[in-house]
């Protein structure tokens, strides 16, 4: 199969298009980079309450404080789905 070649203006359009596209992912994946950083200290900081709360026998505490982490996943998790599905419409 022979290559075809490109006229100028539509290989100089479809560079631009391919950068922006590059920095399109660039910054999605910056995104992504500080929710999970995000997710993962709020994860550390709910762990090291419920091993003080679980230490001291609160277990109430330490039921509020896995409902309360459990909704952060969530809330991260959704997100970070909803910052890849914009990255990828645009």
């Known amino acids: 199969m022979a290559e075809e070649e490109l006229p100028a203006e539509e290989a100089r359009r479809m560079v631009r298009w391919l950068q922006g596209e590059l920095e399109r992912q660039r910054a999605a994946n910056g995104e992504m ?4 950083a995000e997710l993962a200290r709020a994860f550390q900081e709910t762990l090291a309450r419920s091993y003080e709360a679980a230490s ?3 277990l109430e505490r330490v039921r509020r404080i896995t409902i309360e982490n459990r909704e952060a996943w969530q809330d991260y998790l959704r997100k970070i ?3 890849a599905n914009v990255k990828r419409e645009t």
């Open 33 to 36: 980079r500080r929710a999970v």
């Open 81 to 83: 789905i909803e910052a």
């Open 56 to 58: 001291s026998g609160d």
